[in-house]
């Protein structure tokens, strides 16, 4: 979740949303997203809305505190529940990111999301994520959630080559995000992802390669592999600037991609959605999949983002802000965007060209129903999927991913 907030118009005191937002809400998926933002240190190319310990002294006191922090996330569920009124939907899914999660106790999160089950119910199959550290869990813990109701876990692996780590500034060893897949598995959760990032500086293709063996050996049932991007205002961004590490280029970014592709499709893994591979449908993401299809779902948390029926907002950065909001029974909202029938068909196409099932053309205008005729004859576009009235990315396509979405947009 980036740390730069958008512009927008005032979110309503009471957090109420416009009539139309709810218009056939029963047919929409409906999620929730958790952000939990404390982290022990900060990772060196991190650029979301996170907080060390010593970042929060001073600025916030109990406000801003994890210690009663799935107090304060709960507030913000049950106003969920006022402003959504009748709506009818059970969760589908529940997504708890960060930060690190994992540095709350256990019963936090279970608490938090026990509010969500009875605030809203949660459908009988929904998906239960967190995200953790390696060095953040242990048996015990990974017991405590699986028994409290969670079905995922997202563990970040980011490298297996310690160099890499250290540039990252991860502070988990080589070895032990492999031990955390074993321990879920025995903890009796049957679907694990593993985060790798590729294009660290000084990291080399065997490097990578090393990494993916690691992950795919360790036997989760999702991987996803994100290019590094180095965002102004970081440490890494900082450290490249003074020329103490190297900046990895594009072209060996699209090289790391096609060795991830090659080795997690040997491996039986199959993508779905440009950054994504899972070993059978059971395994994707369907909390990631709401995002990429345009479905509802509620971000608690500082800074945490939302969509509902077309409206778009977005909550106070701080932690103290946030729970100070909450504390006075307002929205802890710091501005939303409705969006008009325009910005959805474009965003449709732009999340929608990501997944393995592509975008139906009839999105598209005549400029880009041409364009996407000129990418198929370029090798970006399948041609049978087009023939049968979709936009597919080819393998060649996902690396120029970002250029297609604009010729298809124009």
Excluded at 27 to 56: I, K, M, Q, W
């Amino acid at each position: 979740m980036p740390s730069v907030l958008p512009d927008g118009e005032p979110v309503p005191e009471d957090g109420a949303l416009p009539p139309q937002a709810l218009a056939g809400a029963a047919a929409r998926p409906l999620g929730f997203y958790l952000h939990v933002p404390y982290c022990a240190t900060r990772c060196g190319y991190c650029d979301f809305n996170t907080y060390t310990a010593s970042e929060l002294r001073g600025s916030g006191g109990a406000l801003a505190s994890r210690d009663n922090y799935a107090d304060v996330l709960v507030d913000e569920i049950r106003l969920a529940r006022k402003v959504l009124g009748d709506d009818p939907r059970h969760a589908a899914t529940v997504f708890v990111g960060g930060g690190t999660p994992t540095l709350l106790p256990a019963a936090d999160l279970v608490r938090m999301l026990g509010a969500i089950r009875d605030e809203f119910g949660l459908a009988a199959d929904a998906e239960i994520t967190t995200e953790a550290n390696p060095e953040s869990v242990d048996p015990a813990y990974l017991a405590e959630l699986r028994a409290g109701g969670f079905t995922r876990m997202s563990f970040g692996m980011q490298s297996a080559r310690q160099h890499v780590l250290r540039v990252l500034d991860r502070t988990h060893t080589p070895g032990r995000p492999e031990a955390c897949v074993a321990e879920a598995r025995a903890a009796g959760f049957e679907h694990v992802n593993l985060d790798l990032i590729y294009g660290t500086p000084g990291e080399s293709d065997d490097d990578w390669r090393a990494s993916l063996d690691a992950a795919i050996g360790a036997g989760p049932d999702h991987v996803s592999a994100y290019a590094l991007i180095v965002e102004e205002g970081t440490q890494l961004a900082r450290r490249i600037r003074r020329g103490e590490v190297p900046m990895t280029d594009d072209d060996e970014h699209a090289d790391r991609y096609l060795i991830a592709d090659e080795r997690l499709s040997a491996a039986g893994f199959r993508w779905y959605e440009v950054s994504n591979w899972a070993t059978a449908e059971a395994g994707r993401c369907r909390h990631n999949e709401l995002y990429w299809t345009g479905a509802d779902w509620w971000g608690a948390g500082p800074g945490a983002h939302s969509h509902v029926g077309g409206v778009r907002w977005w909550n106070v950065k701080h932690p103290g802000a946030y729970a100070q909001a909450l504390a006075e029974s307002r929205s802890p909202g710091a501005g939303r965007e409705v969006l008009v029938a325009e910005d959805r068909r474009v965003e449709r196409i732009l999340l929608e060209l990501r997944l393995s099932a592509g975008c139906p053309l009839d999105l598209l205008t005549e400029a880009g129903a041409k364009a996407a005729v000129r990418a198929v004859g370029e090798g970006l576009l399948e041609p049978a999927a087009h023939e049968a009235g979709r936009a597919v990315l080819t393998l060649r396509g996902r690396l120029l991913a970002d250029a297609v979405v604009r010729d298809l947009t124009d």
